[in-house]
């Protein structure tokens, strides 16, 4: 596709349940970045990949968020034991390289009961 | 990054322009400004961006100050689709790379 795709885009799971959300990122975009939207805030910086080299992990929150890039394309973060906390929207953009314009994907809206 | 200040919200007419002003007094020689929106329940979008020239494309208008420790981004007719939260962010020119950081915003809102 054109944009960047995120899914699932809703996810409802029970507290201490692992998730794993998913982002496809424009074919050819060499950088990809993690944030999240809690409820009426701003958005909070994740993770940054770029090319090969290693993450930017300095925004995970805690060790339960943990965030993978294969074959420099597809990324997936993963929350493990996931607390109420942790609802938010996940927003996933990519950029044809660093200091290159956003793309945001529409987000998963995660929630935990 | 250097810090912004934008205010929390602002009102418009239909079809009558907006100025959305934005201070980065702490601004260094090397910052981009970029805006980026956040139209209601959808991830934020790129609009514009510029460094010390005023800059036009067809979303909107970047007005950069001379000492470039303002700008403001104008919609020349705003419309209903055009209400969303309005992010002006700093960003450094580097080989490596970094994040944009997001603040609050200014949340326009757009009246018929």
């Known amino acids: 596709g054109a944009g960047v795709s995120q899914s699932p885009s809703n996810k409802v799971t029970e507290k201490g349940k692992d998730v794993e959300l998913r982002c496809d990122p424009i074919?050819?975009?060499?950088?990809l970045y993690w944030y999240r939207q809690s409820l009426g805030q701003g958005l909070e910086f994740l993770i940054y990949?770029?090319?090969?080299?290693?993450?930017?992990k300095s925004g995970l929150p805690s060790d339960r968020f943990s965030a993978e890039r294969t074959g420099g394309s597809v990324s997936t973060l993963t929350i493990q034991r996931t607390q109420q906390e942790d609802s938010a929207v996940y927003l996933c953009a990519s950029s044809l390289m660093a200091n290159y314009g956003y793309t945001f994907g529409s987000g998963t809206r995660l929630t935990v009961v | 990054d250097a810090k912004t200040t934008q205010p929390n919200s602002m009102e418009s007419n239909e079809e009558e322009p907006v100025h959305l002003p934005c201070n980065h007094s702490?601004?260094?020689?090397?910052?981009?400004i970029h805006w980026y929106r956040q139209l209601p329940s959808q991830g934020p979008e790129y609009v514009i961006h510029?460094?010390?020239s005023n800059v036009n494309n067809r979303m909107a208008s970047l007005a950069i100050a001379e000492d470039r420790k303002s700008s403001t981004l104008i919609l020349h007719r705003a419309t209903l689709r055009d209400a969303a939260v309005y992010y002006c962010?700093?960003?450094?020119?580097?080989?490596?790379?970094?994040?944009?950081?997001f603040g609050g915003g200014t949340r326009l809102m757009v009246k018929p």
């Open positions: 074919s050819g975009h060499t950088a």
């Open positions: 990949f770029q090319g090969n080299s290693a993450p930017d």
């Open positions: 962010i700093l960003r450094e020119n580097n080989n490596a790379g970094n994040m944009l950081t």
């Open positions: 510029g460094l010390t």
């Open positions: 702490t601004i260094s020689g090397t910052d981009y």
